[in-house]
């Protein structure tokens, strides 16, 4: 495990010591708790969170200073090691182009009229079951005392369902009524 300060770290790989500070802040490297940058889990780190398609694809282009020699001590990433963490990076981006996808998907269904929100249907729902449910229970005082003055079964019968289909056929009329203006008011 090598540590190293954030300037000697910026100086391995060749970066400045703010762009290091901003890996930093955006909790992409691995610190100790001195506040020192643990190489190996860094480098390890890095390459499982960084954008293959935005990697260096000549490989390593190398650092200029004149005339210093190369360190062999610093630890590079080939490109095997890299290519096992590809995919969590792909995953995760195929989770947000999906998602993403979705929402888009949800907003012109919504627009186009054919996706509502669940609280306005769930609310027109129970009016319109409210409402049906007062209509029925209405109807045996208005039929009371013409159904007590009728003696044919049959009679009562054919009185019976006129009532009842006039008073469901209302009904219907009126939730239609009523669900269009809740979805068009809401909107």
Known sequence: MTILSRTEYANSKGWSRQYVGKLVQRGRLVLTLDGKVDVEASERY??????????????????????????SAIPYVTPAATSTAAPDYQKARTRLALAQAEKAESEVLQANGELVERAVVDEAAFASGRMVRDLLLALPPQLAPELSAMND?????KYLMKELRGALEDAE????EDFVHALTTTS
């Open 46 to 71: 890095l390459a499982m969170t960084s954008d293959p398609s935005r990697s260096n694809s000549l490989g390593k282009v190398p650092l200029v200073l004149g005339h210093q020699e190369p360190e």
């Open 153 to 157: 079964p049959w009679d009562i019968e």
């Open 173 to 176: 009329r009126i939730s239609t």
